[in-house]
């Protein structure tokens, strides 16, 4: 488990013995540094604005906003690669806003332009597929797929056509659970097959994968590789969806859509079934010493009567 810092009470001469990444995993320590730290700035004649929500979002609109107000170049500095994707996406056509990603020790600093982006031809229609393609493989608030990059995503992307009217069930805010799923599912089937036999189950391909490991394996199998089920894919879509829509303004439930709270948390749902049926799960067993360790809990297993030291 991951150590969490104390709430402390601090001012600027505070001399603090956590170290930054402790500090502020503490929300309450976050706040109160944002807060503190938004007061010095309009002290010196800096205008701060803090974000209540998804802060890239409000970065590129501020952005946006800004440019049409002064009329003139507007430079945004970051390091996240969630500012590309936003200002490619939302920033209008007749505008071009630059982001400045500093560099660090041999590597420069780069320039990216939002029109350049734009009319990147990396990814088919770049404006309107990116956010789908950016949340679909993997992004900080969806889950991803263990060996699956980026580019591999928008390759398969730009090379099958029946896949690019996706991204449009994604971006309009009242496509239906069934047409996110079954588009979404369609997506990751393409990015697990690797034969050209046409699959149009998860469940499935899941299976003969498993099949097709065992057979090869001289070693354990490494049960990451494989596709995830229909059930932890519908979750995993429903995901995607709530972060394009939120990324795109809109503010939907996350409890609907993937998350489920707990402990005052959003926490994934990574599926709605079990990962094996019960019969065969009741039959795995353990041989930790004190009982049920890290490995049985990372796994979502419970000992049973059968492991070396069940303790009931």
């Not at 041999?106 to 404006?127: A, E, G, P, T, W």
């Not at 995607?240 to 709270?261: A, D, I, M, R, Y």
């Given at each position: 488990?991951?150590r969490?810092?104390?709430?402390?009470?601090?001012?600027?001469?505070?001399?603090?013995?956590?170290?930054?990444?402790?500090?502020?995993?503490?929300?309450?320590?976050?706040?109160?540094?944002?807060?503190?730290?938004?007061?010095h700035?309009?002290?010196?004649?800096?205008?701060?604005l803090?974000?209540?929500?998804?802060?890239?979002?409000?970065?590129?609109?501020?952005?946006?906003?800004?440019?049409?107000?002064?009329?003139?170049?507007?430079?945004?500095?970051?390091?996240?690669?969630?500012?590309?994707?936003?200002?490619?996406?939302?920033?209008?056509?007749?505008?071009?806003?630059?982001?400045?990603?500093?560099?660090?020790?041999?590597?420069?600093?780069?320039?990216?332009?939002?029109?350049?982006?734009?009319?990147?031809?990396?990814?088919?229609?770049?404006?309107?597929?990116?956010?789908?393609?950016?949340?679909?493989?993997?992004?900080d608030?969806?889950?991803?797929?263990?060996?699956?990059?980026?580019?591999?995503?928008?390759?398969l992307?730009n090379?099958?056509?029946?896949?690019?009217?996706?991204?449009?069930?994604?971006?309009?805010?009242?496509?239906?659970?069934?047409?996110?799923?079954?588009?979404?599912?369609?997506?990751?089937?393409?990015?697990?097959?690797?034969?050209?036999?046409?699959?149009?189950?998860?469940n499935?391909?899941?299976?003969?994968?498993?099949?097709?490991?065992?057979?090869?394996?001289?070693?354990?199998?490494?049960?990451?590789?494989?596709?995830?089920?229909?059930?932890?894919?519908?979750?995993?879509?429903?995901?995607?969806?709530?972060?394009?829509?939120?990324?795109?303004?809109?503010?939907?439930?996350?409890?609907?859509?993937?998350?489920?709270?707990?402990?005052?948390?959003?926490?994934?749902?990574?599926?709605?079934?079990?990962?094996?049926?019960?019969?065969?799960?009741?039959?795995?067993?353990?041989?930790?010493?004190?009982?049920?360790?890290?490995k049985?809990?990372?796994?979502?297993?419970?000992?049973?009567?059968?492991?070396?030291?069940?303790?009931?």
């Amino acid at each position: 488990m991951k150590r969490t810092s104390r709430e402390i009470i601090f001012n600027e001469s505070t001399v603090l013995l956590d170290s930054q990444r402790q500090f502020l995993s503490n929300l309450a320590n976050k706040d109160r540094f944002i807060s503190q730290l938004a007061s010095h700035e309009e002290k010196v004649g800096i205008c701060t604005l803090i974000a209540t929500n998804y802060a890239d979002v409000h970065i590129v609109k501020t952005a946006i906003e800004t440019y049409e107000k002064i009329k003139k170049q507007v430079l945004v500095i970051g390091q996240d690669i969630d500012l590309l994707v936003l200002l490619t996406a939302l920033t209008p056509d007749d505008m071009d806003i630059l982001m400045l990603k500093e560099g660090k020790g041999k590597v420069k600093d780069r320039f990216y332009s939002s029109k350049d982006l734009q009319n990147f031809n990396l990814v088919i229609d770049c404006k309107k597929s990116i956010l789908f393609l950016h949340a679909i493989s993997g992004c900080d608030t969806t889950s991803g797929f263990y060996g699956k990059g980026k580019l591999q995503a928008v390759q398969l992307f730009n090379s099958n056509k029946y896949l690019q009217d996706i991204p449009e069930i994604f971006s309009y805010p009242k496509s239906s659970y069934t047409d996110i799923e079954r588009s979404g599912e369609k997506f990751i089937i393409v990015l697990y097959s690797n034969t050209k036999k046409k699959e149009n189950s998860l469940n499935k391909m899941s299976y003969d994968c498993f099949n097709k490991l065992v057979g090869q394996a001289s070693s354990a199998i490494l049960l990451s590789k494989l596709p995830p089920t229909t059930e932890a894919a519908h979750q995993h879509c429903r995901r995607t969806f709530h972060q394009v829509q939120t990324w795109l303004g809109e503010c939907l439930n996350p409890s609907g859509w993937g998350w489920k709270l707990v402990n005052k948390s959003l926490t994934p749902i990574y599926t709605t079934k079990g990962s094996a049926p019960a019969k065969i799960v009741s039959l795995i067993t353990c041989g930790c010493n004190k009982g049920c360790g890290k490995k049985c809990v990372r796994a979502n297993l419970r000992c049973t009567t059968s492991c070396r030291n069940f303790r009931g």
